[in-house]
């Protein structure tokens, strides 16, 4: 019986810790998504969602620049803005091609 007790002890204890973490990462949630309304346009903050859907990474950057800096800006970014601000974030994708033929000719392109 006290074995019984003691797994459910554990299982309860454990339910606790995760409705805590779940409660305080809705919260976090809650004050980005403030901060976005906050300091962005309605365009802006709808574009901020697709990066956040895509490359939340990139949108947790977005959210910690905004609210440093927030508070010296004397208007909202409009949606051009933000993505000038983006532009800077992302990384920079070099792009190569290389091409195989057959037979592992890497010479002329002959027609």
Known sequence: MTEETDIQKIREKKMREAYAKMQQQAEMERQMN?????????AAYERLGNVKLSTPGV???????????GKQMKRKLTEEELLSLLREILPKKETKIYIKRKGGDYGEYKR
């Open 59 to 69: 949108y947790q950057q977005v959210i910690n620049i905004l609210a440093t800096y």
């Open 34 to 42: 403030a901060v976005a309304i906050t300091y962005l346009e309605p």
